[in-house]
């Protein structure tokens, strides 16, 4: 029996960290995270960073239910045809995460069977939700407009959230292109900041830049010169720092939960008062957090 998977399996499943070892270092969090495991080797306290870090983006994604960092989604549908006065007949497509970044593919067809990709994207429009898509029918008022009804499958691949990747090489002042892990969510005009401990600067994306969703490494054109000077690995990021934030401190109040149950004593003379379950200060990281991504939620 043949397996037929859904139209709107993500493409990309895995999820990048939201905030990098080291930023998560340079913020002031208060936290000592050189004993996550106690009595582990560097190795095993960098692992078990990494792990929380992870946690604490999927934390985040769960709060605002989508992916956060750039993604390619597919949604697909059976639509109603509409009629547009300048396009002819449309599709109007609701779209479920956002922001939207770009298109990448759509299909269309009378039945699931017959469906085919359109060609030529160029008439389509982006909205903050929707994605307009003609097919078939003039271009205008004129003669040549056509009317349609009824109904009609569509599938649209879409990239929505905000790129967040590293280095795949180090860049220096002076540097006109920067050389990314991963070109998902990278487009054209974006603004994009590069950052490390010591260093951040926004640079502009090259208007002569192809954008791309199949996340390889490769060098991206950029308008002005690298300033600071950034090694393989370092951060390059569009997420709202809001964001990163908010992950630094779901991250700082699971890290503190861990065996952070106490007996409370309110003196040496009397006997134990209560149990604390968290450690002082956890509610109000994780208040804080969910109040930075509110803006972020899907559906705001």
């Not at 002031?28 to 604490?56: E, Y």
């Not at 922001?99 to 069977?113: E, H, K, L, N, Q």
């Not at 002076?174 to 010591?198: D, R």
Request: with cysteine; net charge neutral; proline share 7%.
């Amino acid at each position: 029996m043949a397996i037929i998977p859904a139209p709107n399996v993500g493409t990309y499943a895995t999820r990048s960290l939201y905030v990098s070892p080291s930023e998560f270092k340079a913020a002031p969090t208060g936290v000592d995270v050189s004993q996550l495991i106690p009595q582990g080797n560097p190795a095993q306290q960098a692992a078990a960073l990494v792990m929380q870090l992870q946690r604490a983006s999927a934390y985040a994604d769960n709060f605002c239910q989508k992916v956060l960092a750039a993604t390619v989604d597919t949604q697909a549908g059976f639509y109603r045809v509409q009629n547009h006065p300048a396009l002819g007949p449309v599709l109007k497509i609701p779209l479920n995460y956002t922001p939207i970044i770009a298109v990448s593919d759509i299909r269309t067809g009378p039945t699931p069977g017959s469906m085919a990709a359109m060609t030529d994207l160029s008439n389509i429009w982006i909205d903050r939700k929707t994605v307009t898509v003609p097919f078939g029918g003039g271009s205008t008022m004129g003669p040549s407009f056509t009317r349609a009804s009824g109904k009609q499958y569509a599938a649209v691949s879409y990239i929505n959230g905000w790129a967040n990747t590293s280095l795949a090489s180090a860049a220096s002042p002076g540097a006109t292109t920067i050389t990314v892990a991963s070109t998902l969510g990278i487009m054209p005009g974006m603004q994009i900041n590069l950052q490390n401990t010591t260093n951040a600067e926004v640079v502009t994306i090259s208007t002569s830049w192809t954008p791309s969703n199949t996340g390889a490494t490769v060098a991206v054109p950029i308008n002005g010169p690298v300033v600071g000077t950034y090694a393989t690995g370092d951060t390059v990021t569009a997420l709202p720092q809001d964001i990163k934030q908010a992950v630094i401190l779901i991250a700082k109040a699971l890290i503190k939960t861990r065996g952070s149950e106490s007996i409370v004593i309110a003196s040496t003379t009397s006997q134990p008062d209560h149990i604390d379950k968290l450690e002082n200060g956890v509610s109000s990281d994780l208040d804080m957090a969910m109040d930075l991504l509110s803006p972020h939620k899907r559906g705001i």
